[in-house]
């Protein structure tokens, strides 16, 4: 096989396995910044993977053809914000333990999502599979560039929208007001209450934010990857993406890299199969390998993780 | 109802009964708009349960290892730690255990069996070990080690299995020896040929050791300070960095002996896996719901069982899929941790009675 197609199917198949990842890590960045521990993004995830599954069938049923995974996407928007409601009321207005909180999440996930496949499909433990995933967008001019071209302007639209997600989401958080907000109710809530800050609505905002993304990011892998819902469509792709998250210090940017890396590690895998000197490595440590070098990136260059002050800790104005 | 009232605003047992009250009606709730029958659904799961001597022995197999996960989270959650990674650390100790059950030959019944187990105990403990020194020499985040070790233990657990452990042909490994084997004939007999072992009775008297251990001991004590406050704790003279490793290790024990049980005294081999178990996972649930106390963890370990041993029997008795059961534990955990949404709902109820007695 040609190298430069290689490389350009490699870095191409890295952003497809990234783009989940980097829409959920940039989500819970923004609860996490608020102060709201999120360790529900894989619930989140699951919700939206399942509400894509079931809206963008139900869209191609009624005929809607292309547009249907678009429907999907909504969809999966809406239901992101709704179960993140609960996350949000429970930890915030409710002042529960936000790790708990994140953990009911993550049931309440696995099990409603395949109850309601259960019955919307006569029993079935998945979806119908899609006959419109989403398709790929090329790039006109640029994709025909070697090995970026294929690699980066042949992809999908979600992946596209993925990395310009990370762009706007740097700039709310550094370069906004309102970003500069969201971040002072994560480090310290009484100063930003004193100035005038509303501590419990930007935390619902961050969270609200945090199940819209991860939801948006769990649809993209039911439309391009699966074109299916079951119970083993997300996996752990939610705790990999909190890992992102940590990984790259609750900074868009850092996060949008760790997702990246976590994507190729992925897609890597499929590689080593193809060469002589590589075919011989079990396969377990090829699986093994993302885990395992994040662990010792973490040890070796990150150090002391930098999570918001008051991550955490559900704010009380009546307390000082 | 002030009586009610009153269940929540004092910090006692009934709040997680309550709780799981609440819990079992939302499920019910959601089985009407679903179109099935919750009251035949409840009903063929707890006769599914009590009906009979064999489900009801399989059912205590069930709860076993989730004691032991169960510890593993509260033990951690005691000293501040959140050990997500105790499904590694499962996964660790049934390796372990199957490695020593297949692997050491000529040793003498009880020995045999003891040894596979410290090593099933170790192993998780030396997992979750991994993650405390981490955590304390170099400050980085043990919720993200321990992800990253889940898997690498999945891998890591499926390398060792197909590569020493095989049984030519098949996706798991050989039996163990007979003399690794912690399975209790005669009780077996006695529960219609329901796979009982030692380790339920292991597993509770790691529930008693938790207890003695946190609360009568000066350990204890130190790992609870540490929990409690760490800069304080450090201030009176304790060891943080040591004691943070130290609840992460006996934490990472309990989750060890867990995975040593389940290969031991139940499968007898260790399966090739083709996703996470989840029966770490599922210990962080069952640690809320027992309120991170040994005792609770006892019972909320027997309820977690319960329910996801009937819950088979619930589909086939009352057609309703199984997964229902995750909600309604997700329900349960809900209400125990936000009781002010329970107050909150309860609240306007109480006002209105009072008012129409007024009038």
Redesign the interface.
């Known amino acids: 096989m040609d190298w430069m197609t290689t490389i350009g199917q490699l870095i191409n198949t890295t952003l497809v396995f990234s783009t989940a990842l980097i829409f959920a890590a940039i989500g819970g960045i923004f609860s996490e910044r608020s102060g709201v521990t999120n ?1 529900g993004i894989e619930g989140l995830m699951t919700f939206g993977a399942f509400a894509a599954g079931v809206a963008s069938f139900y869209a191609e049923d009624a005929g809607m053809g292309a547009a249907s995974p678009y429907i999907g996407l909504l969809a999966a928007l809406v239901m992101g914000i709704i179960a993140s409601l ?1 996350h949000a ?3 915030i ?5 936000q ?3 994140g ?2 999440i ?3 996930a ?3 999502t ?2 309601m496949v ?2 919307l499909f006569d ?1 079935a433990g998945e979806t119908t599979l899609l006959k419109e995933g989403l398709t790929k967008w090329p790039v006109p001019l640029l994709s025909k560039i070697p090995i970026i071209g294929e690699g980066i302007f042949n992809n999908y639209p979600t992946t596209y929208l993925a990395i310009i997600l990370v762009l706007v989401a740097f700039y709310v958080l550094y370069k906004t007001s309102f970003g500069l907000r969201l971040r002072a109710v994560g480090e310290h809530p009484s100063a930003a209450d004193t100035v005038g800050i509303k501590v419990l609505r930007m935390r619902y905002i961050g969270v609200i934010l945090s199940g819209a993304l991860a939801a948006l990011g769990g649809a993209t892998i039911t439309l391009t990857t699966t074109n299916t819902f079951s119970h ?1 469509t997300i ?2 792709q939610g ?2 993406a ?2 992102a998250m ?2 790259g210090k609750w900074n868009p940017l850092g996060a949008f890299g760790a997702a990246v890396f976590f994507g190729f590690s992925q897609a890597i895998g499929n590689y080593f199969q193809l060469f002589a000197w590589s075919k011989d490595i ?1 396969q ?2 090829i ?2 390998l993302p ?2 070098l ?2 010792v990136v ?2 070796a260059a ?4 930098s ?1 918001p002050a008051a991550l955490g800790e559900p704010y009380d104005p009546g307390k000082r | 109802m002030s009586k009610v009232f009153k269940i929540f605003s004092v910090n006692s047992l009934l709040v997680p009964l309550v709780a799981i009250v609440l819990g079992l009606i939302v499920g019910a709730i959601i089985m009407l708009i679903g179109g099935y029958d919750p009251l035949l659904a409840y009903s063929s799961l707890f006769s599914t349960v009590f009906g009979n001597v064999y489900d009801f022995g399989e059912a205590i197999r069930e709860i076993t290892p989730l004691i032991m996960t169960g510890l593993a989270v509260a033990f951690a959650f005691r000293a501040g730690l959140f050990n997500i990674g105790a499904e590694g650390q499962y996964i660790m100790g049934m390796t372990a255990a199957t490695a020593v059950g297949i692997k050491l030959t000529g040793l003498p019944i009880v020995v045999h069996a003891l040894v596979a187990i410290i090593a099933g105990g170790l192993a998780g403990g030396i997992w979750a070990g991994i993650t405390g020194y981490l955590k304390a020499k170099r400050g980085v985040n043990e919720v993200i080690i321990s992800i990253m070790l889940n898997w690498t233990a999945l891998y890591l657990g499926n390398y060792i299995v197909n590569n020493f452990l095989l049984q030519k042909g098949q996706q798991k490994s050989e039996e163990i020896k007979d003399t690794a084997s912690i399975s209790i004939g005669w009780l077996s007999e006695a529960f219609d040929n329901a796979r009982m072992h030692w380790g339920t009775v292991i597993a509770i008297l790691a529930a008693v050791f938790f207890f003695i251990y946190m609360w009568k001991s000066k350990q204890g004590y130190e790992l609870r300070a540490v929990g409690h406050n760490g800069d304080a704790a450090k201030y009176a003279g304790m060891n943080v960095k040591k004691n943070i490793v130290k609840a992460m290790f006996i934490s990472g024990v309990f989750a060890g002996l867990g995975g040593a049980f389940q290969v031991l005294g139940v499968f007898h081999y260790q399966a090739v896996f083709t996703g996470s178990p989840g029966i770490g996972f599922d210990g962080i649930a069952v640690a809320l719901i027992g309120m991170n106390h040994p005792f609770g963890i006892l019972l909320s370990a027997s309820l977690f069982g319960i329910l996801t041993y009937g819950s088979a029997g619930m589909s086939f008795g009352a057609d309703v899929p199984p997964e229902i059961i995750r909600i309604v534990i997700g329900s349960i955990i809900f209400f125990i941790a936000a009781q002010g949404i329970v107050r909150w709902v309860l609240k306007p109820l109480y006002l209105k009675r009072k008012k129409e007695k007024v009038l």
């Open positions: 360790i609960i009321v429970a930890s207005t409710f002042k529960a333990d790790v708990i909180s953990v009911v993550n049931f309440l696995a099990g409603s395949l109850y259960k019955l029993g083993n996996s752990g705790f990999i909190i890992a940590i990984f079990p377990e440590f699986y093994m885990y395992v994040t662990v973490l040890v990150v150090g002391k993780s999570a």
